[in-house]
């Protein structure tokens, strides 16, 4: 009997330690591309924006004149600090915004990351309340699966006045190095090893993040990532329609049976609003952003 309560308690404490080693774990998930289908969710917020009589000329003067300062800093300053088209509208707005669905294989992968009591955050260079409002429909995917989790975000803020944006960005625009800067912040403040934790990504300009950790993942990666990602070493993985016609591809080179029956993979087909009443602020964890 001793020994039997001896072996109890040793199992107990072994349970323990994978559980405070889980929990020491976290996952960086690229947002647009990675967890969801391209367009990006910015690039679908600008035409919704332009439909709704938002965006007008001086929108359009405001970014010019940005990217003519901004242009000395290289053109991915360019393209991704510039949200000068957004100066003078009302936050709300992204709340009229409505989001494709996850790629059914990141919903399991972000599934298997919370079970294991990773922490699980998204570094996207996307607009902040579109990023906030992503990380609230992947919660109720998780809690539809009776999974607890909370989501933390990292994403480009915009500065408010009077409930509008200015259309400058607070801190620093969420692309290139920058998202590695908040890989290595987030990890110093919770007391984790980037060495132990995973990152996913699908462009070049997630190398960075990727490389900040110990276990990257290339999603469905753009042609740079994967040389890199084959250089590198790194699992290559294929997520969604991208996946599913990259396949067919390959199986009608070979003349496959399965390129005429198609093969699994699809994205999922519905749409949820962001800002629904939906509301999980008991498992949403508050948004937290690094400033170098």
């Known amino acids: 009997m001793r020994r039997q309560e001896l072996q109890d308690v040793e199992e107990a404490k072994e349970i323990k ?11 960086f998930f690229d947002l647009d591309g990675t967890l969801l289908p391209r367009p990006s969710l910015e690039r679908r917020f600008f035409p919704m924006l332009r439909f709704r009589g938002r965006i007008g000329v001086a929108n359009g003067l405001a970014w010019l004149q940005e990217a003519a300062r901004l242009l000395p800093r290289g053109i991915g300053h360019l393209v991704n600090s510039n949200k000068a088209y957004l100066r003078g509208i009302p936050a709300a707005e992204a709340e009229m915004l409505r989001c494709p669905g996850f790629f059914p294989e990141a919903l399991r992968r972000v599934t298997w990351h919370a079970e294991q009591k990773h922490l699980l955050v998204i570094v996207s260079g996307t607009l902040e309340p579109l ?35 200015t259309g400058r960005v607070v801190g620093e625009a969420m692309f290139d190095e920058s998202k590695a800067r908040a890989v290595r912040r987030f990890c110093a403040a919770q007391g984790i090893e980037t060495v132990d934790c995973f990152a996913y990504g699908d462009t070049a300009n997630d190398r960075w993040m990727l490389e ?25 993985l294929r997520w969604g329609r991208r996946a599913e016609a990259r396949h067919l591809r390959e199986l009608s080179l070979t003349g496959g049976e399965s390129a005429r029956r198609g093969v699994a993979g699809e994205t999922t087909d519905w749409n949820i609003r962001i800002g629904g009443n939906a509301e999980l602020a008991s498992a949403k964890r508050e948004c937290w952003r690094g400033t170098e």
Not at 17 to 27: G, I, L, M, Y
Not at 132 to 155: G, H, K, P, Y
Not at 212 to 236: T, Y
């Open 131 to 165: 990023a906030l409002a992503a990380a609230r429909l992947l919660l109720e995917q998780l809690v539809s699966r009776s999974v607890a989790a909370a989501v933390d975000v990292c994403a480009t803020k915009l500065e408010l006045a009077a409930g509008s944006w």
């Open 212 to 236: 900040a950790v110990g276990r990257p993942q290339a999603v469905n990666p753009s042609d740079d990532l994967a040389r890199i990602a084959r250089r590198n070493g790194w699992p290559i």
């Open 17 to 27: 330690e994978v559980k405070e080693k889980n929990a020491n774990v976290a996952a």
